[in-house]
């Protein structure tokens, strides 16, 4: 199996495109890191109704993916299919992310939660899935280099976790230092969203997408996008790679909704809610380093199957030794651990992307049809739903456990709530993932349908020219 010879991207397209995550992540690690402690220690809203609202939210998400990523297929314009999506939807999501952090606080509770629930809805249901889906479309829409792909994921997520890694670091001292109140949380976010309108701009920029005859090997078939949102909704069914995507990127969202909400567990277990900037340096730096070694390392181990699931293997066992080191009281053992288990997840993050262009081809070889932005709904419906989920879960957690955000103090029962959610429920899903992760070898499954209908392997699925 040989590398496509052809390069499509310069080293500027690939820092552009990564770029773009920067944008995301303003939206997504500020929202899923921070919106819940507003909205009940700043705003005083109760947690269990603000997870069943961000609950009831996820119902509408489900439709929104895969409408837009229909509608990114049947899009025809001088830009191309995604990138206007892209470009366009993040006006939206700069507005209503400010929308989120900006609560009136002179309302009452219901008026308090029907904007929160409007605003939170609007981000995520529409306008972050129209952005979220087109730039990871971009992956199949700008290259055919597998090589270039896995590299375009493995720049988008360096610039991911390393904005993660800022926000987590910097919110809490920037929000004392704007006032500390829920009128200092607007302030924050404005700033945010005026950055990630900026960055998401550049990045949509940055690249071109390929002709579309390119694109499906010279032969342009018009009846391959003739199809409905209930048959782009089967194709993904019948897809069993897809649904294991969509299972990983959900457990992954909910496992990154857990670690946020170690905000709580900082500041009331540990008593110093500065230690999550500590441990946001113990996820995201050694996540940045397993993502500048990813492409090499999938060279080395001939594809993305045996790298993702060795890294989860140690994923696992760092996340179990997080547990004894929580138990021990032992925060350098916690930080040591937490960062090995982040170096264990770096694999999975870089080339997942290249994956699902992997899934892509898939349906193409054994339905004859090219949905590249419909597939890369898993990307959008495993964040926001995972995410959701995640953030409502953490509500729902805290509420049944007798936590009240304007107390003083917390009883037991919340801070042995905090405990489970911060050390056990990480590990329950890093196990979870490794399972699914160990069924997911679509790139082997290619190559056999390839050679089955007689079709010159010319891409990458084992990477042996890194």
């Known amino acids: 199996m040989l590398w496509k010879k052809k390069k499509y991207l310069k080293w500027y397209n690939k820092v552009g495109y990564g770029s773009g995550d920067i944008a995301g992540n303003v939206v997504y690690a500020f929202l899923t890191s921070f919106v819940m402690i507003y909205l009940t220690d700043s705003v005083g809203l109760a947690a269990g109704i603000v997870g069943t609202l961000i609950a009831v939210s996820k119902l509408f998400d489900g439709f929104t993916d895969i409408f837009f990523g229909s509608m990114i297929d049947k899009t025809h314009s001088k830009m191309g299919k995604a990138k206007p999506w892209m470009l366009y939807g993040y006006i939206g999501c700069a507005i209503t992310l400010v929308c989120c952090f900006a609560v009136p606080t002179s309302w009452g509770n219901t008026a308090k939660y029907a904007w929160f629930f409007i605003a939170y809805t609007l981000l995520n249901g529409v306008f972050y899935t129209a952005n979220n889906i087109a730039y990871s479309a971009l992956t199949s829409l700008i290259t055919k280099n597998s090589k270039e792909r896995v590299q375009m994921g493995s720049y988008r997520f360096i610039f991911a976790f390393s904005t993660s890694l800022l926000i987590q670091s910097v919110t809490v001292k920037f929000v004392d230092y704007c006032g500390g109140d829920a009128a200092a949380w607007r302030t924050v976010a404005i700033i945010y969203a005026i950055i990630g309108l900026i960055v998401n701009t550049i990045s949509a920029l940055s690249v071109k997408e390929l002709p579309e005859e390119e694109l499906n090997e010279g032969e342009v078939k018009g009846d391959e996008e003739k199809y409905g949102l209930v048959q782009a909704f089967k194709l993904l069914v019948k897809n069993k790679y897809y649904m294991m995507i969509c299972g990983t990127y959900i457990l992954q969202q909910l496992y990154s909704a857990m670690i946020g909400a170690g905000i709580y567990y900082m500041t009331w277990v540990l008593k110093d809610k500065n230690l999550f900037g500590q441990f946001a340096w113990a996820v995201n730096i050694p996540l ?11 060279g080395k181990w001939n594809g993305m199957y045996k790298l993702n699931l060795r890294g989860y293997i140690i994923a696992v066992i760092g996340r179990a030794l997080v547990v004894v080191a929580g138990y021990m009281g032992s925060i350098p053992l916690m930080l040591a651990f937490t960062a090995l288990a982040a170096l264990g997840q770096g694999p999975w993050q870089g080339d997942m992307n290249a994956v699902i262009a992997s899934c ?17 709904s898993c990307t959008s419906l495993g964040v926001k739903i995972g995410g959701g989920i995640g953030t409502a879960v953490c509500g729902w957690l805290l509420e049944l456990s007798g936590y009240v ?28 993932i490794m399972i699914v ?7 082997a499954v290619n190559e056999k349908l390839k050679a089955e209908k007689g079709i010159k392997s010319d891409e990458v699925t084992d990477a042996t020219k890194y």
């Open 360 to 376: 892509s081809e898939y349906t193409y070889l054994t339905q004859g049809k090219r949905i590249d932005g419909t597939m890369y």
């Open 437 to 443: 992760l160990s069924r997911m070898n679509v790139e």
């Open 405 to 432: 955000g304007t107390n003083a103090t917390q009883p037991q029962s919340a801070l042995d709530m905090m405990q489970f959610m911060y050390l056990w429920l990480p590990l329950i899903l890093d196990v979870l």
């Open 288 to 298: 940045i380093i397993a993502l500048i070694f990813t492409p090499t390392l999938v």
